[in-house]
């Protein structure tokens, strides 16, 4: 029997790495260690974002909130750190990741009480985050000199060779890779976005698993917004703007089913990479900025072409001579 | 009995259909089978589930071709290559669950794809609204050609998708069971509807399982048993007793498992389950390794009550005891906790999960038995989907394999398997062998023996009479969402099953 979705990551990786090369080619810089450690630096809120939202999509829903928590929850810890500088990184990390889940939360209440589609609850409560933005901040920056050295070293922290900011990547889709293969909950997910129906004769609260995983996406946001914040040392209301469709390309180009139920953690992350690889190679070679943006749009259609290929139902096997070759 | 008197027995049928076969790939679902309509006149086609009438509809409105006969339109053969050469022919059909644009308006609904032009090749809107006010003036409509077809019930769609019959000329009306979801006074209107079909001259084939409904309103009935004809004449002619029996008389005889019927104590005792609208005082006791039937016709609420049991929508009354102890059910989890389990009719929607492999599916609802301190362990998981894929004879290369590759025999296998690892006390099985083929329904019976033999207790909502008769203890039989009769084994017949079902009142010798 083919397995199907290790052949995708491999698809994936190899584009990946064509795309490495290729820019290697040209500037052999691009694949020093160093540099490849910064690119995956770079990428590591995306992919910690798109980890959150490929929960969120197996589970048949979408999350179009994350950038603006991300912004908000990032506003709220840089206005923390400038009123109480010398609060503990610990406690602003779990400020952060609360608050963050705490929006999820209002999503997934909205969602599983309210029966409200996801799009809709999340494209409300994303202007309203930003709304909130502007409301505190009252439209102003905050600023790397009024943040403590300590709040904007933090993410830039080097153990063993990596930023914290990588460490924290790397631990998420550990643990996702853990919470999705070996836990109840990640089981429930499949099951939830393969079949609501069977899901609910089996004993799944199908409305309880879409709001953990809101809550879930949002505090990866949370947790994100903290760090992206910390790293570029600035808050305003629209960082991040327009982040979350970046989220959904990288599920997407990494084969999450956006119909739900189908998706790995690897092909998150590796659709993750693919469009850090392309943000960050394509201008060493001189590609424009819309270049950048056409490959972007054409990865994520090659990808949804190739499952919906693969989804295709393949019909029943009358034949016995077929079923035989199985 | 009321039904138009004078019936002329000289008419040439406006469609015939003689020696009609149908076979699909290992299953003959139509063999010579022969079905006239005359003009102005109703003919009912009856049937049990699995007679053929639905094959029937589909042939005569072109949507399956047929392996074998000649079907007539006023006595020229002609081949419906789809189905607009059906629709071309005046044939249309009306169905159970009608086929209209919810967001349209009902003219729209009514000349959606034949609407009037204007000489600009665009449609003429007005012509579509004063032509459609005429039809539905015709058939006694009670609203208005602009109202959009959301805001009309049932019945009135219905009328809507009669008036859009008469929109194409029709020559033919087809109605299957229409009125399985109209109210009582809704029904009457119907009939009137029918009658003013009749005085136009259309040729009526009325589907349904009521027998008041067949006397009240039709004129001729047909009757297919297992996908032959069985016989066909006036209604004037027959009697209710006589047209059940045309209906179940049994030619082949199914062999089921020898069963012991040794049952032990009780197990679950069900008390005055209700629900505002589908079901009211159903009470009644399982015991250990017992097969428990429900009969009754498609919509008679077995299935909706045994939803509430599992606890997936909450009843307004009614308790249940599980080896004497109270039990509140209130989701299905808490069932599944309780030791019920339930394996829903229709699989493909609500069995088997797509995408994940066929080990993950079977201990999907036993995660709390195979994980330690919140991680799954893979290797009990295997072992357990092991187990059971192995007592159901699951034929998979690997059970890791993806579900969906797997023939719909295996895959209920699998979901089966999923309920067994549960170690239920009680399972439901609703509509067990429903759409599968001979051999694997054999299969399926001689598991529910075994299961009950190893002191399962089965509950088995069935619409199929041998299924019924050849594997229950005792069978519970509902109609119109109460229980109306509960018949120990020694008393099943295929007659007194249907004249229960049906609400026919017992024989009384010479009745004609």
């Known amino acids: 029997m083919k397995r199907f979705i290790p052949l995708r990551e491999a698809i994936l990786s190899a584009a990946i790495l064509f795309l490495t090369l290729l820019v290697a080619s040209r500037f052999p810089g691009f694949v020093a260690p160093a540099n490849l450690a910064n690119v995956f630096n770079d990428t590591a809120p995306l992919i910690i974002l798109a980890l959150g939202q490929m929960v969120v999509i197996l589970t048949r829903c979408i999350d179009l909130s994350v950038a603006a928590n991300l912004a908000l929850t990032g506003m709220v810890v840089a206005m923390i750190n400038v009123a109480i500088p010398g609060l503990p990184i610990p406690i602003i990390l779990t400020i952060a990741v609360l608050m963050g889940a705490f929006m999820g939360a209002i999503n997934g209440i909205l969602v599983w009480k309210l029966s409200i589609p996801p799009i809709v609850v999340t494209l409300g409560t994303m202007t309203i985050f930003r709304g909130i933005i502007f409301l505190i901040s009252d439209g102003k920056w905050v600023n790397s000199h009024e943040m403590s050295p300590a709040f904007t070293g933090f993410p830039r922290t080097v153990l063993l060779g990596l930023p914290a900011l990588s460490w924290i990547a790397i631990l998420t889709v550990v643990a996702f890779g853990i919470m999705m293969a070996r836990t109840q909950f990640g089981r429930s997910i499949f099951a939830v976005g393969g079949n609501p129906h069977a899901a609910v004769y089996t004993g799944i609260n199908v409305g309880k698993t879409q709001f953990w995983a809101f809550v879930v996406s949002g505090a990866l946001a949370g947790?994100?917004?903290?760090l992206w914040v910390a790293r570029y040392a600035v808050a305003y209301v629209d960082i991040a703007g327009g982040f979350e469709l970046e989220v959904v390309a990288a599920c997407v180009i990494g084969g999450i089913s956006i119909a739900g139920g189908i998706g790995t953690v690897g092909g998150a992350v590796l659709g993750a990479i693919f469009l850090g690889v392309v943000k960050n190679a394509l201008p060493v070679v001189d590609i424009s900025p819309f270049w950048q943006l056409a490959i972007s749009g054409s990865a994520i259609l090659i990808a949804v072409a190739f499952n919906a290929r693969s989804g295709r139902n393949k019909g029943r096997v009358i034949l016995k001579s077929a079923e035989a070759t199985q | 009995m009321t039904h138009s008197a004078a019936i002329a027995q000289d008419v040439t049928p406006v469609v015939s259909m003689d020696?009609?076969?149908?076979?699909?790939?290992?299953?003959?679902?139509?063999?010579?089978?022969?079905?006239?309509?005359y003009p102005g006149q109703v003919t009912a086609l009856v049937g049990e589930n699995g007679a053929g009438k639905s094959t029937t509809v589909k042939i005569l409105t072109g949507i399956y071709r047929t392996n074998g006969g000649t079907i007539r339109i006023d006595g020229n053969p002609v081949t419906f290559a789809s189905p607009n050469d059906a629709a071309n022919a005046g044939i249309t059909a009306i169905h159970q669950e009608t086929v209209l644009f919810d967001e349209l308006s009902v003219a729209e609904?009514?000349?959606?794809?034949?609407?009037p032009r204007n000489s600009f090749g665009l449609i003429d809107t007005a012509r579509m609204h004063s032509n459609a006010a005429s039809l539905l003036a015709e058939i006694g409509a009670p609203f208005s050609s602009h109202t959009q077809l959301s805001d009309l019930g049932i019945a009135n769609k219905h009328l809507v998708a009669i008036a859009r019959a008469l929109s194409v000329d029709a020559r033919v009306v087809i109605m299957d069971e229409p009125t399985a979801a109209l109210s009582h006074k809704e029904i009457e209107e119907l009939y009137d509807l029918v009658d003013t079909?009749?005085?136009?001259?259309?040729?009526?084939?009325?589907?349904?399982?009521?027998?008041?409904?067949?006397?009240?309103?039709?004129?001729?009935?047909?009757?297919?048993r297992d996908g032959g004809f069985v016989g066909d004449g006036l209604i004037a002619d027959i009697s209710e007793n006589d047209l059940v029996t045309m209906m179940v008389g049994r030619s082949v005889e199914q062999i089921f498992p020898d069963r012991t019927h040794n049952v032990g104590d009780e197990v679950l005792k069900v008390v005055g389950y209700a629900h505002p609208t589908e079901f009211a005082d159903i009470s009644f006791t399982l015991k250990r390794g017992e097969i428990l039937g429900f009969y009754g016709l498609v919509g008679a609420g077995r299935s909706e009550f045994m939803q509430a049991l599992f606890g997936i929508t909450k009843p307004s009354k009614g308790v249940c005891q599980m080896n004497g102890d109270l039990k509140i059910i209130r989701s299905p989890a808490q069932a599944v906790e309780n030791g019920i389990v339930y394996v829903p009719e229709d699989r493909g929607k609500q069995g088997a999960i797509i995408g994940l492999p066929i080990f993950q599916n079977i201990t999907l609802p036993s995660l709390g038995r195979t994980s330690k301190n919140g991680l799954l362990k893979l290797a009990e998981e295997f072992k357990l989907a092991r187990e059971y894929s192995q007592r159901l004879d699951l034929r998979a290369a690997s059970l890791d394999q993806d579900i969906g590759n797997l023939s719909g025999g295996n895959q209920q296998k699998v979901v089966i398997a999923k309920w067994l690892a549960t170690q239920p006390q009680v399972i439901i099985l609703d509509e067990p062998t429903k759409g599968i083929d001979i051999g694997s329904k054999a299969a399926v019976h001689d598991f529910m023996a075994e299961l009950a033999a190893q002191g399962l207790s089965v509950i088995m909502i069935s619409s199929e009479i041998p299924e019924i008769i050849g594997m229950s203890d005792r069978v519970i039989v509902m109609r119109d969402g109460l229980i109306a009769a509960e018949l120990p084994r020694e008393e099943l017949t295929p007659e007194t099953l249907v004249r229960h079902a049906a609400g026919i009142s017992q024989p009384t010798e010479g009745a004609a």
Do not use: C
């Open chain 2, 19 to 37: 020696m009609i076969t149908k076979t699909f790939p290992g299953v003959r679902a139509l063999d010579q089978v022969k079905l006239d309509l």
């Open chain 2, 109 to 115: 609904n009514i000349y959606i794809g034949h609407a």
């Open chain 2, 197 to 224: 079909l009749k005085a136009q001259g259309k040729a009526i084939l009325f589907i349904s399982h009521k027998f008041d409904e067949i006397f009240r309103i039709a004129d001729r009935y047909t009757v297919f």
């Open chain 1, 223 to 226: 947790l994100t917004g903290y």
